[in-house]
């Protein structure tokens, strides 16, 4: 049974950086692209970012791009995703996903999902 459990959201101010993590359980990790999405109220669901399974692709929406960093340490089947000047436009519910398919797919090309964790930035 495959499992993907989110951690590291939380209340944080303008500014202010979080930490994402999602520990993957259930898979070979390495075959996976990982990739972190976002649901704000009222509006789509959104790719941030994702990373290749070797850790040496990436892709980043351009709302995030110089601020969020997704990495991997797959001795650890963990993916991560490093939030730097954070803003309310931010605030949103944060799902780790995984695909067999690359980095370059949208979000219905994930094969499995975590529940998600929330991230606030007040202003």
């Known amino acids: 049974q495959v499992q993907l459990v989110e951690s590291g959201g939380g209340l944080v101010q303008t500014g202010g950086s979080l930490r994402l993590s999602c520990a993957a359980s259930?898979?070979?990790?390495?075959?996976?692209?990982m990739g972190w999405f976002r649901q704000a109220p009222g509006k789509e669901r959104e790719r941030v970012a994702a990373v290749s399974g070797s850790g040496l692709s990436t892709y980043y929406a351009d709302s995030v791009k110089g601020r969020f960093t997704i990495s991997r340490d797959n001795a650890k089947d963990t993916v991560y995703l490093r939030m730097n000047s954070l803003q309310p436009e931010d605030t949103a519910v944060y799902y780790c996903a995984a695909s067999r398919l690359g980095i370059g797919v949208g979000d219905k090309n994930y094969d499995y999902w975590g529940q998600g964790t929330q991230v606030t930035v007040s202003s």
């Open positions: 259930g898979l070979t990790f390495s075959y996976y692209a």
